[in-house]
């Protein structure tokens, strides 16, 4: 070993879904969105005048906090954004989870938490579901440096209701909870109209999915102004300069479209239970799902196996070989002519 190389942080990252360079496939594999983002967000894209950039874009984000607060009814001090909602999660492990006490996820959940608990010496534990892959929220009822769960879970797709969510906050009011709702447009209700009640409660949604704009980067949180206080003060420790100003100009554009943003989840919506008939007819079984993907698994059939099956014929799922789920794919929701396509495929296979 090089003597430097003792001072190396060795982490071992989160492991994103693949982003195969195909022009031709069926890619259901990272919860993209199959439609494109809203009208005006071409055209901003168009106006968007590259002079802009040779200024550094506003540390504050103004213009789209502004429209974030109007769009969901708070003050601009409630919100907070990001280069995608992983930046704003890691931004609050760091901000929030500052404790000797686990910080406390489910033990089949989004793999990035355990990560960044890892990269930043966070010390954490995860209650396992239950059987049916339901988060036990008396489990959540325990000393602890933090809470944190998504709300629908993922990769299960599983939506617990308001009220169990309400009980873990109220049970912890001596840590920040945070409900991670990257999935919440697609199922599910909202804990957004808690945070006036609970003070430690951070809510967090991202442009990625719902909005159709991964490629953007915008993720964001709300909760309590001493909450986002705390938040921007970390973040201007780290990096000032998050949000460029294409995403500054095009995700305030996106905001401005309600009617197409709900038009988009409900054709998913519909989709998704075209897509729940003709797997159950194929025999697969699945949890309810909330999110824009199904977690599915045909008894009988292993899902690796499948899985390289159809990425060989450019379908591509997502699968994760870890315990208790290693006989699941995860399967997003695309347009009824990409699910065609998958189901045809299952069919002769
Ligand atoms: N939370 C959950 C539960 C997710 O599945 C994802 C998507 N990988 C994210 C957060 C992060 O999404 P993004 O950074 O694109 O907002």
């Known amino acids: 070993m090089k003597p430097w190389e003792a001072n190396i942080r060795r982490v071992t990252p989160y492991v994103p879904g693949e982003q195969p360079k195909k022009a031709k496939m069926i ?9 494109a983002p809203a009208p005006g967000v071409r055209e901003a894209a168009r ?24 769009r969901y009814g708070l003050e601009s001090g409630q919100v907070f954004v990001g280069v995608g909602s992983d930046d704003v999660l890691a931004m609050a492990f760091l901000t929030f989870f500052h404790s000797d006490k686990p910080v406390l996820f489910p033990d089949i959940s989004y793999s990035f938490y355990s990560v960044w608990a890892e990269l930043f010496g966070i010390p954490y534990e995860r209650p396992a579901l239950d059987g049916e892959f339901q988060i036990r929220k008396e ?11 998504p709300n629908p879970n993922a990769p299960t797709s599983l939506a617990m209701g308001l009220s169990d969510v309400e009980d873990i ?21 909202s804990a957004l109209g808690l945070i006036e009640k609970y003070e430690n409660l951070l809510v967090v949604q991202t442009f990625s999915k719902s909005r159709s704009m991964a490629g953007i980067r915008i993720g964001y949180a709300m909760g309590n102004q001493d909450l986002i206080k705390a938040l921007n003060d970390v973040k201007y420790s780290f990096n000032s300069y998050t949000m460029n100003q294409t995403s500054l100009a095009l995700g ?6 309600e009617a197409y943003f709900q038009e988009t989840i409900s054709k998913i919506k519909a989709t998704r239970e075209r897509a729940k008939k003709r797997l159950s007819a194929l025999g697969f079984v699945y949890p309810e799902p909330s999110a824009n993907f199904i977690f599915a698994r045909r008894p009988g059939t292993d899902a690796k196996v499948l899985f390289e099956a159809l990425k060989e014929n450019d379908i591509y799922v997502r699968y994760f070989d870890a315990p208790r789920i290693n006989q699941y794919l995860r399967i997003t929701i695309g347009t009824d002519a990409q699910m065609d396509a998958l189901f045809d495929f299952l069919e002769h296979y």
């Open 27 to 35: 890619k259901l594999n990272t919860n993209e969105n199959p439609y």
């Open 252 to 257: 305030t554009a996106a905001l401005k479209d």
């Open 169 to 189: 906050i109220a049970h912890n009011q001596k840590s920040v909870v945070i409900v991670d709702e990257a999935y919440i447009d697609f199922g599910g209700e």
């Open 139 to 149: 489990d959540y009822y325990r000393e602890n440096g933090g809470i944190i769960f």
């Open 47 to 70: 106006n968007f005048d590259a002079e802009l950039l040779r200024l550094y874009p506003d540390p504050a984000a103004e213009v789209l906090v502004d429209a974030l607060a109007e």
